[in-house]
């Protein structure tokens, strides 16, 4: 496996070494060891959560505060789409910059997201499924979100946005200037 830091510290692209032959294919998905020794991030993942979604479904901007933070490791089993995270570092050199990524079945890419980041995905193909692991449990009171055509943010999510489905509950999400001025 390849890991490569992004220009946002701490969010890193895993790329899998992939063996393929005539039954199919193999790789490793996550190994400790060789994450640590690369980024020096220790993580304990406690929770793994899958969604599936039909072609533009937007999830997102998602994260939980305070002692819920989570890291997270993201992938795409079937289908693809566009992953963004947004850092809510405030002492960051990166705080309020976006990242963006195409996961796909193809690729076998995954992102490494560290606590301290909005994280949300549309779904650029006919349906996806999308896996994560987390480092803390989910708490229903420490969720929130910045919604996702923030103009300040201005994230290309590279979809018609008149055609964005979301749920009621990512519509009614704050900006990422009322988030910050709270």
Not at 63 to 81: M, N, P, T
Not at 117 to 141: E, M, P, V
Not at 171 to 180: G, H, I, T, V, W
Request: hydrophobic residues 35%; contains cysteine; aromatic residues 14%.
């Amino acid at each position: 496996m390849e890991i490569e830091a992004t220009f946002i510290k701490g969010c890193f692209v895993i790329k899998p070494k992939e063996i393929k032959d005539k039954r199919g294919s193999f790789f490793e998905t996550f190994n400790q060891k060789k994450f640590y020794d690369i980024t020096s991030f220790r993580t304990n993942f406690v929770q793994d959560n899958q969604s599936i979604s039909q072609k533009g479904v937007l999830r997102g901007l998602h994260f939980q505060d305070g002692e819920y933070a989570q890291a997270k490791l993201v992938r795409v089993i079937q289908g693809e789409v566009l992953d963004v995270v947004v850092d809510l570092r405030p002492n960051s050199e990166t705080y309020g910059k976006h990242f963006s990524i195409i996961l796909n079945d193809q690729n076998n890419f995954q992102l490494f997201i560290p606590r301290g980041f909005a994280h949300g995905f549309i779904t650029l193909s006919g349906k996806s499924i999308f896996a994560y692991k987390c480092d803390n449990y989910y708490d229903k009171s420490s969720e929130s979100g910045i919604i996702f055509n923030d103009p300040d943010l201005d994230i290309d999510w590279r979809y018609d946005l008149d055609q964005v489905k979301l749920s009621e509950k990512d519509k009614e999400l704050p900006s990422f200037k009322n988030l910050k001025n709270g």
